[in-house]
């Protein structure tokens, strides 16, 4: 497996300053293609989640972990690397971060390919998410990461009155924010367009309780 983690230091002072950071080029070449195959081929296994909270809807097409761990090794294997552990300590600088012991939502594949899929503004459960992306996200296409950075922890924002950051990842770059305090969302897809990305879980050991029964409200059933 190959990919490139660039040095953290260059990228902690952006992550102090905003609670994200834009990390480009973590895959390339053969390994990013090797990887957007493995994708295409898990989402056979997707299942497609709505949720809806004050008529604000969110619909997705999901492959959780279990079926991560069963058939992309690779993923699982980035996953658990030490060395990304490391990195992301080094990032954030915040030595308490750890695998998710909740592996269904600890490594999803989430899929966005039609205009009926909506990703609504929420703040993760627990600092810290990376996320991986494996197409480019396109101006024409929608779907750009919509970040409100630097809110306090949990306390949701005025987002119309908010400066919100557009992110236009490309294939292959990571998006690693502290999502307790990023409130995020995924705007509108604008056209039949693949959006695949790869949120990847890792909870500090000083963090909040997650919610009880989250994998359930979130896939439907219990990790
Ligand atoms: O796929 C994305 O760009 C966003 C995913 C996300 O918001 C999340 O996993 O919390």
Same mark, same amino acid.
């Given at each position: /497996?190959?990919?490139?983690?660039?040095?953290?230091?260059?990228?902690?002072?952006?992550?102090?300053?905003? &609670?994200?950071?834009?990390? #480009?080029?973590? %895959?390339? &070449?053969?390994?990013?293609?090797?990887?957007?195959?493995?994708?295409?081929?898990?989402?056979?296994?997707?299942?497609? =989640?709505?949720?809806?909270?004050?008529?604000?809807?969110?619909?997705?097409?999901?492959?959780?972990?279990?079926?991560?761990?069963?058939?992309?090794?690779?993923?699982?294997?980035?996953?658990?690397?030490?060395? =990304?552990?490391?990195?992301?300590?080094? %990032?954030?600088?915040?030595?308490?971060?750890?695998?998710?012991? *909740?592996?269904? #939502?600890?490594?999803?594949?989430?899929?966005?390919?039609?205009?009926?899929?909506?990703?609504?503004? *929420?703040?993760?459960?627990?600092?810290?998410?990376?996320?991986?992306?494996?197409?480019? =996200?396109?101006?024409?296409?929608?779907?750009?990461?919509?970040?409100?950075?630097?809110?306090?922890? *949990?306390?949701?924002?005025?987002?119309?009155?908010?400066?919100?950051?557009?992110?236009?990842?490309?294939?292959?770059?990571?998006?690693? /924010?502290?999502?307790?305090?990023?409130?995020? #969302?995924? &705007?509108? /897809?604008?056209?039949?367009?693949?959006?695949?990305?790869?949120?990847?879980?890792?909870?500090?050991?000083?963090?909040?309780?997650?919610?009880?029964?989250?994998?359930?409200?979130?896939? &439907? *059933?219990?990790?």
């Amino acid at each position: /497996m190959s990919y490139a983690l660039p040095k953290a230091d260059g990228l902690r002072p952006l992550f102090r300053r905003d &609670g994200f950071a834009v990390v #480009s080029g973590i %895959l390339r &070449g053969s390994a990013l293609k090797q990887w957007q195959q493995q994708a295409q081929t898990l989402t056979k296994h997707a299942r497609t =989640v709505v949720r809806r909270n004050d008529r604000v809807e969110l619909a997705y097409k999901v492959v959780t972990g279990g079926h991560i761990r069963n058939h992309w090794r690779d993923l699982l294997a980035f996953y658990t690397d030490s060395d =990304v552990l490391k990195w992301l300590m080094a %990032l954030t600088d915040d030595p308490k971060i750890r695998l998710s012991p *909740h592996l269904q #939502s600890a490594v999803n594949l989430n899929i966005l390919d039609t205009k009926d899929f909506q990703y609504r503004w *929420h703040f993760d459960a627990v600092a810290y998410t990376a996320i991986l992306y494996l197409t480019d =996200v396109r101006r024409e296409d929608g779907g750009a990461l919509c970040i409100i950075p630097n809110c306090r922890r *949990h306390v949701v924002p005025d987002v119309r009155g908010s400066k919100i950051v557009e992110l236009w990842p490309q294939a292959g770059s990571m998006v690693v /924010m502290d999502g307790t305090r990023c409130y995020h #969302s995924v &705007g509108p /897809m604008l056209r039949e367009a693949s959006r695949l990305s790869i949120p990847l879980v890792f909870p500090n050991v000083g963090a909040s309780p997650r919610p009880a029964g989250l994998d359930a409200y979130l896939y &439907g *059933h219990a990790a």
